[in-house]
């Protein structure tokens, strides 16, 4: 029996996200300009959880919804990250049952960001946050 590493299933989550843009019009390639495009469709996610009296009036995703499109979106920008900053998957060691990306001695944590800026919105871009990594890991 094949046993698959955290790669292989980030990997193949980056290729879910890829299809599920498709049905959403939007291609995505692994680019830095992809990264604007993927804030775009989180905040179609975003929009979909009810705030304030909403939430009392309609149900929106679960926490296992959204951890799951975590996990695709996710494994869509970590790979777009390890093609342009290096590093590879792991499970984290600093966080149990945590996925990361080690650059260096660096642990980042792409399911996580995309879990936030799925619930915060906006000032969790994931376009800004690209940036910031590719500054802080190129210098």
Same mark, same amino acid.
């Given at each position: 029996m094949t046993q698959f590493t955290v790669a292989d299933m980030m990997r193949a989550y980056s290729e879910d996200a890829i299809d599920l843009a498709k049905q959403l019009n939007v291609e995505l390639d692994f680019s830095e300009e992809s990264m604007f495009k993927l804030d !775009?469709? $989180? %905040?179609?996610?975003? !929009? @979909?959880? +009810?705030? @304030?009296? =909403?939430? /009392? /009036? *309609? &149900? @929106?995703? *679960? %926490?296992?919804q959204i951890n799951q499109m975590a996990k695709v979106w996710g494994g869509y920008i970590g790979e777009t990250i390890i093609r342009h900053l290096g590093g590879e998957w792991v499970k984290s060691n600093a966080f149990e049952n945590a996925i990361a990306i080690k650059i260096g001695e660096s642990e980042i944590y +792409? +399911?996580? =960001?995309i879990f936030k800026r799925i619930m915060n919105g +906006? %000032?969790?871009?994931?376009? $800004?946050? /690209? &940036?910031? $990594? =590719? !500054?802080?890991f190129e210098s």
């Amino acid at each position: 029996m094949t046993q698959f590493t955290v790669a292989d299933m980030m990997r193949a989550y980056s290729e879910d996200a890829i299809d599920l843009a498709k049905q959403l019009n939007v291609e995505l390639d692994f680019s830095e300009e992809s990264m604007f495009k993927l804030d !775009q469709i $989180l %905040e179609i996610y975003h !929009q @979909g959880i +009810p705030k @304030g009296l =909403k939430k /009392f /009036f *309609s &149900k @929106g995703p *679960s %926490e296992e919804q959204i951890n799951q499109m975590a996990k695709v979106w996710g494994g869509y920008i970590g790979e777009t990250i390890i093609r342009h900053l290096g590093g590879e998957w792991v499970k984290s060691n600093a966080f149990e049952n945590a996925i990361a990306i080690k650059i260096g001695e660096s642990e980042i944590y +792409p +399911p996580a =960001k995309i879990f936030k800026r799925i619930m915060n919105g +906006p %000032e969790d871009n994931v376009n $800004l946050y /690209f &940036k910031v $990594l =590719k !500054q802080d890991f190129e210098s």
